[in-house]
């Protein structure tokens, strides 16, 4: 069976590894982005460059989405150029990778299958470490037909689920994960520079943490690696994370489901990203709390660089 042709809209931090690995993996891949400079690497890897969001689309038997909030989704789908306007949608299929929210992934699945589109609900988690090794998590919703066909493509890409038949589902799914993740950053973040204002080694508290049952991925990966290196770049921003939140605590609401740690989360984002704005990396949620208690919370390399 012939690979279908893939378009990717969207090329920047996740957009071009993920672009990258279907074009080692074989596929032909158009590509568009508003950063000439983002389209113009990839051009130089394999892929084909184009001149708007619908000519991906005509080019394209399956057009992917990696964009950064739902009203630039909302523009790329049915705006000027948009995707909505292409040829021939009839067998055309779009998936969103993107972290738009249920109401989002509803809107664009049902604006675009009047059309003809198959759509899938497809959000991805792992970070741009996990879309350089193809380690993401896939959380796709649809279709069961439509996300078979599309399995093999998924699988260039990390781990696939099928979390559910609607579109939304994904967007639910991912919604809850990353508040689960950012929670377990915010919390061992406070747990670390408590434990700095006592005299404790971070690194020494990380150990401990990791062979105990304070572990989490935050401990495992994110703060040895962005944290106590003080790189601080994960490659994943305070305000998008804000954002995520934001639309997880929103349908909560809308479904009576109380959420009191969620909450305390979303307002501790929004001063954070106050605080050193919302293009800080989503690691230095810990730089507020190192001020108010006046530490620093560095490895042993990082405090004698």
Known sequence: MSKPTLGLIGVGR???????????????????????????????????????????????????????????VDAVAF????????????????????????EGARALAEGLRKLG??????PISGG????????LALMAS???ADYERLKPVFEVLGKPFLVGPEPGMGQMTKLINNLLSVTALA????????????GLDPETM???????????????????????????DFGFSLGLSAKDSKLCIQQAEELGVPMIVGSALRQYLKVAAAELGPDADLTQI??????????????????AG
Not at 80 to 101: C, F, M, N, R, Y
Not at 287 to 302: D, F, N
């Open 14 to 72: 996740m957009g071009d590894p993920m672009a990258r690995r279907l074009l080692e993996a074989g596929y032909s891949v158009t590509v568009f982005d508003k950063n000439a400079e983002a389209v113009s690497r990839l051009e130089g890897a394999g892929a084909t460059a184009a001149a708007s969001p619908v000519a991906v689309t005509n080019a394209s038997d399956v057009t992917m989405l990696s964009l950064p909030t739902p009203d630039i």
């Open 79 to 102: 705006g000027d150029d948009g995707i909505a306007s292409a040829d021939a949608p009839q067998g055309k299929t779009v998936v969103d990778l993107s972290t738009t929210g249920p």
């Open 117 to 122: 589109f198959a759509v899938v609900d497809c």
């Open 128 to 135: 741009v470490g996990g879309a350089e090794k193809g380690t």
């Open 142 to 144: 649809g279709d069961e």
């Open 187 to 198: 919390v061992t973040s406070e747990a670390l520079v408590l434990g700095a204002k006592s």
């Open 206 to 232: 990380v150990d401990v943490f990791n062979v105990s049952s304070g572990q989490s991925n935050a401990s495992l990966t994110k703060i040895p690696k962005f944290v106590l290196t003080r790189s601080f």
């Open 286 to 303: 810990i730089q507020p709390l190192e001020k108010w208690a006046g530490v620093t919370v560095a490895g042993k390399a990082a405090k």
